[in-house]
């Protein structure tokens, strides 16, 4: 993917530089608001990541100027601004995602991942399939193998989370807003008892198991370790 | 409900009661003495109309005229009625010559003096004021009924009791008056306190603008609290800036450990620096936290609120947290009848029922029970989150709400010490108010909606 960083922080942006191009992404670092609102504005990227605190044009007003000018580019917060009201607000101007720092690697690559692959709005699926498992969005129906298995509500969101980010990481703080909507880190398993849940549902009655389990980072659903 | 109980106790009640009794001493004390002039000067009156009586008839004797004497004394003593007037004349051997018939042949000692009815052989408790005077050598008697003076002082002794009655009346329903007046405003002032000390500093007393002492201690005390606001404010902006200032290096920080992570080689150097890497994630979560706690306490999201239902939060904590429990070899159990609606924020109430049942299920050991509840009581939406575990004793109860403070039967389990605080802050915000409680056995924490 073509990423555009807008990071005035030297350290930070090489940083996230080096490990975007690690991973396989194309990195473009700008230090200064304007220049970064100018770039974000070309309809060259797949994803922009922005700080809030910028040189020259501030974060919110950069985004809310591309928003304005008709850019659809995913955009991602990373920044120190980080009061209980700043991601609604970061949201609110049109980012997609807001990640406060100081912030784990992998943390930002999963959830750049999951911004640049997400489909387009008019192309909903209503069947997610991944190897032999099947999820219909429709009956909310899920089975594997042609064996149907009975999901809670909040296993199916899960599973459906894991499907549609399927063969990429979903972090831990991922799952966390968006199958249990917890914008604070709880202090209990609440994440690992459930995927265990699921797993005893999803994995452990058949040979190959789905779910993998990403150290420190969070789960993946695909096949094989 | 601060004037109907401490209503004797309230200073303008007493003082108006004080007050009252003061003005009906007043007016017992002028009653009296006005009481003794008046009979006093009436007393002077009657003693005077005596001896101008005395005189007069007096003059109608002349040497060796009885006669004219005699027939004055029948004349006067027929004009009186009803025994008011009395007359007795005596010759100088004590025999009667004219008068009232009733009285015939009464003698008196010389001057003034006082005779009760019944020792002039007449009916009645009249008292009669008597004069008696030497005509040539015989005697007359004159006897005044006190009567009408008697009516009189009567009529000055009822005024006044009259009077005193209005009077007490008026001081005792006017200082009802005037102190519930002033009562009514105390409790304004004690009202706005008792809302700034649950956590609305944007409270101020209102002033009336008369701008008596009342309004001159209130505006004080609001001027206090506008610079305590100031200060808390002040003291808010020096945790953000310290906060964002902090997160720059501490990122940076955090990058050259990732760095390093990358080149280490030896197992050692790898685990030191994941280690130092955790401390700092702690150190970030501790900052965050507090930053918060104190942005939840300025008032932060309120203007977010929307209707929401409180027994939904409650049954989804229970599902999310009844497998966790499971986990643990605990149970968790929810109960709440569907309709209990607040104006709130879903995800700070979120975040207070997790961090209560959380401290719930890292508190206690395995084989405890854990209930959230969520009841409607008189209108008021109230919380339960209760385990039989060990409790908390009860001087560490309200100490436990403190920012950072680690319960000693805590400080073994991992945590911030900011679990409760935050709790507090969401509860409070909520206008809600948060305690905690002995369940016998094990912690029961209240949370009643008031609003």
């Known amino acids: 993917m073509r990423i555009l960083l807008i990071e005035d922080d030297k350290k930070t942006s090489d940083y996230i530089a080096k490990g975007l191009t690690e991973a396989g992404h194309i990195c473009d670092v700008l230090a200064d608001g304007r220049d970064g609102l100018f770039a974000a504005t070309s309809g060259s990227y797949d994803v922009i990541v922005a700080d809030r605190m910028l040189p020259s044009l501030e974060g919110l007003s950069l985004v809310k100027s591309a928003r304005a000018a008709g850019t659809r580019t995913p955009v991602i917060f990373v920044t120190s601004v980080s009061g209980i009201e700043d991601r609604v607000d970061g949201l609110e101007a049109g980012g997609d995602d807001y990640l406060v720092k100081p912030f784990a690697f992998s943390e930002l690559l999963a959830r750049i991942n999951a911004l640049g692959r997400r489909p387009p709005p008019q192309d909903r699926q209503t069947v997610l399939k991944v190897a032999d498992l099947e999820m219909d969005l429709i009956s909310r129906r899920v089975s594997r193998a042609g064996v149907e298995i009975e999901l809670q509500p909040r296993e199916f969101r899960l599973l459906e989370v894991l499907m549609r980010g399927t063969g990429r990481v979903i972090t831990r703080t991922m799952l966390l807003e968006q199958v249990w909507d917890f914008h604070f880190d709880p202090k209990t398993s609440v994440v690992e008892t459930h995927v265990s849940r699921l797993r005893t549902k999803i994995d452990k009655p058949f040979e190959v198991p789905l779910i993998q389990t990403v150290r420190n980072t969070g789960y993946s659903l695909r096949v094989g370790g | ?451």
Request: proline share 3%; with cysteine; glycine share 8%.
């Open chain 2, 1 to 451: 409900m601060l004037v109907a109980s401490g209503l004797t106790r309230s200073t303008p009640f007493r003082l108006a009661v004080t007050f009252a009794t003061f003005l009906i001493a007043a007016f017992l004390l002028s009653g009296l003495v006005v009481y003794q002039i008046v009979s006093a000067e009436l007393n002077d009156r009657v003693d005077e109309d005596l001896q101008k009586t005395f005189s007069l008839l007096s003059a109608a004797y002349g040497k060796d005229d009885l006669e004219d004497l005699i027939s004055s004394v029948s004349s006067y003593a027929d004009l009186s009625v009803g025994n008011e007037q009395l007359f007795s004349l005596v010759g100088s051997d004590g025999q009667p010559l004219a008068g009232t018939s009733a009285i015939r042949g009464f003698v008196a000692p010389l001057g003034f003096s006082n005779v009760a009815a019944g020792s002039l052989g007449l009916g009645g408790d009249v008292a009669y004021r008597v004069y008696s005077g030497k005509i040539g050598p015989n005697k007359l008697s004159i006897a005044y009924s006190n009567d009408d003076t008697d009516e009189l002082k009567q009529l000055v002794l009822s005024s006044f009791a009259w009077a005193m009655i209005i009077a007490a009346a008026l001081a005792v329903s006017g200082g009802a008056l005037l102190a519930a007046r002033v009562q009514h405003r105390l409790n304004t002032i004690a009202q706005t306190m008792d809302e700034v000390s649950r956590g609305s500093l944007g409270s101020r007393i209102p002033l009336v603008g008369n701008r008596d002492d009342i309004d001159a201690v209130a505006s004080q005390v609001n001027a206090a609290l506008d610079r305590l606001v100031a200060l808390m404010e002040g003291l808010r902006q020096v945790g953000f800036d310290i906060a964002h200032d902090l997160r720059t290096p501490l990122n940076r920080l955090r990058i050259t450990l990732e760095s390093a992570l990358e080149k280490a080689d030896t197992p050692e150097i790898i685990a030191d620096l994941e280690e130092a890497r955790s401390d700092i994630d702690k150190t970030t979560q501790t900052f965050d936290a507090l930053l918060r706690i104190a942005q939840i306490e300025a008032g932060a999201r309120k203007s977010r609120f929307q209707l929401l239902d409180l027994s939904e939060i409650v049954a989804d904590i229970g599902e999310i947290y009844g497998e966790v429990a499971v986990d643990q070899n605990k149970t968790l159990v929810s109960r709440a009848e569907p309709g209990n609606m607040v104006h709130g924020d879903r995800e700070l109430l979120v975040q207070l029922l997790a961090n209560l049942v959380e401290n719930a299920l890292r508190h206690t050991p395995a084989g405890v029970a854990i209930k959230v509840s969520c009841q409607n009581l008189e209108g008021r939406k109230v919380i339960y989150v209760e385990d039989n575990g060990a409790g908390i004793p009860a001087d560490e109860r309200e100490k436990a709400f403190r920012r950072l403070y680690r319960l000693d039967a805590s400080r073994s389990t991992p945590g911030s010490g900011l679990g409760l605080s935050m709790a507090k802050a969401i509860a409070e915000l909520h206008g809600a108010h948060i305690s905690l409680e002995d369940a016998e056995p094990g912690l029961r924490v209240t949370i009643v909606f008031t609003s």
